[in-house]
């Protein structure tokens, strides 16, 4: 036991583990384009502990989310299913039983696409579906199950543990269920960064990958099932519960991979504690976020404070961001900066006057990918605040 309380077992040589990791990296980086590159490194770890989730006692729900179509997530599918731990791809689930029943037999990793109809709230019956996905993800969770005996109907307690994906264009997910997920932000590749996967030429030798990936995963078992390896500052309750599984394959992998889980914890707390400043349950199209933003940030202004950036938005665009928006009441900034970050995963930031605001360049990797021209430059008048159009933004 190490001298904060957290149990640590025996150390042993991870370079095998580290190795497959590290290559399952580079594949992923060759077919699939995030928005972070330690998103890459977030889908090999949520792979490699489908492996082990059984040791891991939980298993965090991995939400692949776009603001717009043609993302990328069905790729990402398509790769999850090939390295997860006995995947099953679903377009949608209309039997919350049938799923009880099929994890019963065995653990198995559930894929589920367009989950922004299959997972809508409006549709009937979705309420025990969502009951199933937010209990499974701790083990020992179980559904009652109608059975049919030789005479009779028997009730039956079966498990819904199991790691879940959801992918979806921005899925109406309750606040519950995203709690325990963890989000993968996708933007169409317009520019052909990242290679198409032919299957039928790639199919062995992503057959191979997995097959070294699950190999070194049965290696690990005991070391899973004991490691509790130390988490960032405020990853406590509910994010110590999603997170601890990716750190202790972390922790096994051992060299760079347990400072990227932190990088990843880390950024994952700023943006909870973002959402609760905020205190958001339903998000504005992100695309026109950054479509309007654009169109209010002349591009010889390199820096931009947050307040200014408000008042540009709403003087553009009173409907979305002023007092006849759909919100009730004008953007403020703490709204703005929640939003960004969903749309973007850009964060503010301080310039050297101690000024919080945003840097021009964080988005022009963001504006590429959906599409927006940026040959076509707004004239300086767009958008133009003068000091007293700033009076009363809220801070």
Known sequence: MSADGS?????????NMRGVLDRLRTWLGRFILVTDDLDLALLV??????????????????????AAPGSGKTTVLEHLMRFCNRALQAASLSSPAMLARLLDKELRTILIDEADRSLDPKRPGVEELIAIL???????????????????????EMTTFA??????????LPDDTRSRSIRVLLMPDLYGVVEATDWEEYEDEAAALAADLANVMDTVRDFIRTARPELPEGCVGRLKEKWGPLARVAAAASGEWPQIAAQLIERDVLEVLADREDGLT????????????FKVWDETDHFMPTKVLVSRLIAHNPQMWGQSSSYGRELTVQRFGRLIVQASKVHSTKN???????????????W????????????????????????????
Not at 134 to 156: E, F, H, I
């Open 7 to 15: 149990t640590v077992p025996t150390v042993f040589d991870g370079s």
């Open 45 to 66: 770890l949520w792979a490699a502990h489908t492996h082990v989730a059984f040791e891991s006692y939980t298993t965090p729900r991995l939400i692949l989310d776009s």
């Open 134 to 156: 937010n209990s499974g993800y701790k083990r020992g969770a179980t559904r009652p199950v109608l059975v049919q005996s030789k005479n009779d109907w028997d009730v039956v």
């Open 163 to 172: 790691p879940v994906v959801m992918a979806g264009n921005a899925p109406q």
């Open 282 to 293: 339903h998000r504005p199209p992100g695309v026109v976020l950054l479509d309007d933003l």
């Open 352 to 366: 050297s006057q101690d000024v919080r605001g945003y840097s021009r360049d964080e988005f022009l990797k963001a």
């Open 368 to 395: 590429r990918q959906l599409g927006i021209d940026l040959s076509n430059r707004p004239s300086k008048t767009v958008g133009t605040v003068e000091p007293s159009d700033l009076v009363g933004v809220e801070q």
